[in-house]
């Protein structure tokens, strides 16, 4: 399953805040087997934000949203979402009607806008906040703030599904420039994917469908380069 990430804010774009959101989506999908292709940072701007939901969900198995959820000026996922998908906005009952019975809040205590949703879409229900996510086709939009957002993907988690893939490092204590030839035998000679990430060593990551293919490929790696004392 291939997945699409957008996270939604001009404060992630100014730096104000760093964007863990997709670090920790990104993870979690990985776990699942799913592969995640894009990871795509926008505006608070409904253009911007439904451009890139409608070339998203056209090319990738599922999208994920997080962030602009909430009935304040600056949250305005939802309308982009609708517009993405060609629907109006409308205020959910059954997002009310589950605030009124899950959370004692009852309508008079919203502030406007707090339920509306994409016409006819799912709700997401907010277990540790209050501004609900949904599923809109292939489209699921959560919630930004990082404790909302995990609670609400793990509720529809195992919708996210794929081949799980095996994964091992190693931390070589040789420049990156001279392993250069080795770890492209190593992709070929074992079939796998290999990364490798620069720093004090080089840490190499190593994976696979198959973790025979993994354990032999990092057994040569031992074998055919310097290991890093730990």
Known sequence: MDVALISVGDELLAGDTVNTN???????????????????VVPDRIADI???????????????????????HDDRTMEAVAAAVGRSVETSEAVIKWLDEERDYQRS????????????????????????????ENIYVL???????????ESV?????GQRRHVETITLDEPESALVDRLREL??????????????NV?????????????????????????AST
Not at 143 to 153: I, R, T, W
Not at 187 to 200: A, D, H, L, M, N
Request: aromatic share 6%.
């Open 109 to 136: 205590d919203l502030t406007d806008g707090t339920a509306d949703l994409p016409a006819d879409a799912r709700p997401l229900h907010n277990a540790v906040g209050v501004a609900p996510g949904c599923v809109v």
């Open 143 to 153: 919630p930004g703030v990082p404790s909302e957002m995990q609670a609400m993907f």
């Open 50 to 72: 439904a451009r890139v939901i409608n070339e998203y969900a056209a090319e990738y198995d599922a999208v994920i949203t997080t962030g602009g959820l909430g009935p304040t």
């Open 203 to 227: 840490r190499v990551k190593v994976e696979s469908t198959d973790r025979g293919s993994v354990e032999e490929a990092i057994e040569w790696l031992r074998k055919n380069g310097i290991e």
């Open 187 to 200: 992709e070929t000679r074992f079939g796998v994917k290999v990364g490798s990430y620069p720093g004090k």
């Open 22 to 40: 997709a670090a920790w989506l990104g993870e979690r999908l990985s776990e699942r087997g799913a592969s995640v292709g894009r990871v795509t």
């Open 157 to 161: 988690a195992s919708e996210f599904h």
